[in-house]
């Protein structure tokens, strides 16, 4: 998980609780955070960009702005010292990005220490800015923005807005993939009707984040020589034409998901920024978009957000969408699901400082509105290990179950390792093949007809893995023909599951068996069927064997395996040599032989 560095400064002055050192790392690991502890960091900024980074003190000065690529070791000058901070460091809790940041961490903690059980609120008014949406924009097709306006920038603000950026780009936009956000200075931004269009890869010029207005770059050039696009040109290089976003005036505002433009970049002088969030999923960019300016309106009490009409082809919508998500509990079934006494009043405060709105209902049942920034809460479950959270798992008292009882292995199992000890004192070495196999090498290559009772992978990864195996044989053969340079004879055995479609509920059943093969100059049918007959005396079973015409064995020695106990008789399985002709198939040049056994028959106990 990646680490960030919350300064406690900015923390501390938003909570009216003033928790020492060890106990604000108590709260915050009571509230799920995996808490490095406290570290001065020592930052440093990038004269191109005016990005901050900050390393540790033990760690060396960065060699490379990780905004827009500058190389400080060919230009020393762009890189300065930017003083120390003071941050607790955590991993960041991937559920929870809107605790990325020292605004949404505090918002968290206000209502953690009921300083307030208010689910926080954030007023919006329309703006008259619009975003038009090409159609056919399929390699990243949804969009939503957002207008902020009255932030008062410094340093700290800015490092805690890129870097908030950067690990949403990292927990809900999965390397940008699934959502990518652009921040801008908003007024730089020409006209108010901005468009959302793809351009050919050599079709305009513009100059990347962190480079002059006179060094142009198209945008096949910022994919093929800048940092940021190298890493994240396989999102969009595959396609003819790449999205980006212009205003009123075709200023280019970003090469999207890979650079902005440096004409629009935020610097500490900027108070009204354009936010806009792209993605391929829908709710994902809606969640992104919502999580971000959330934590930068904490960040500055005085800020307010606008809105911003979105026009596509599926019709015209308004972001960002603040609105609660709705979710029905169960009191009752909260505190009986965690185990602890806890009544609706209780249940309802916990509820709340977790930060949702509560309501009861006359069926006994609560209303919940979610805060529109939790991406985490998608089920009644979630609601309840919020109640879980705010109770305090520290505080629930372990008790023992009172019905105890002990487990064993199953018989199956048991039977298993008696298999195995058998088969190693007759000097097999056990081996694990692969379930996933394909029609022509359960089938084709041992000379059977192919059948209808195979499990099919719909999707395979590849044409080796298109069904579950029906035997384990041809993965026996398969092992002994990649140790070919291996000392003669080699003597193999497995034991595992096959699957065949069935009747039963599920459409098909699991089955276990057991099957040996060894390969040498004198290995023959008489060697294996004394093996096999050594196998069913460990299991109180006598052999006999009947004539076979599995075509996988040679003909005249292939046999069925019968095994007698008493009154019972059972078929158990096939043993034979292996046919020169699939030998020859395997690379295998000298005589084979192998038997494979139905092994939930053979390790029946006896009656």
Known sequence: MPVIGIPVDLLLERVQTQPGRQELVEHLQHLGCDVEGYATMRRFACGRCGNLMEITETENPPVVCDRCGTDFKTSPDQLSAAGEKDVVRMELLAVRPDMFDPGGLARTLRNYFKETLDTPSYPSSASDFSVSVEPGLEQRPYIACAVVRNLKLDDDKIRVIMKLQENLHWALGRDRKRASIGVYDLDTLQGKRFRYTSVAPEELQFAPLGYSAEEKWTPARVLAEHTKGTAYARLIKDHPRYPILFDENNQVMALIPIINSEATKVSKNSTNFFIDVTGLEERIVNKTLNTIVTSMLELDPGARLETVRIDSASGAQVTPDLTPQQAVLNPVTAASRIGVPLDKDGVIECLRRMGHEVSQRADGNLDVKIPAYRNDILHEVDLIEDVAIAYGYHNIVPTLVPTLTVGSEQPLETAGASARAALTGLGYLEVLTLILSNEAA??????????????????????????????LLPGLLDTLSVNTDHELPQRIFEIGNISLLDDSETGASEHRRLAAAAIGPRVDFAQMRATCEALLREFGWKLETRASQDPAFLSGRGAEVWGHRGEQSVRLGLLGEIHPQWLEHYGLGHPAAAFELHFDLLSQPQS
Request: hydrophobic share 35%.
């Open 442 to 471: 359960q089938y084709d290559l041992l000379g059977r007809p192919r059948e209808d009772r195979h499990v099919v992978i719909q999707l395979p990864i590849s044409q080796d893995q298109t069904m579950v195996r029906v035997s």
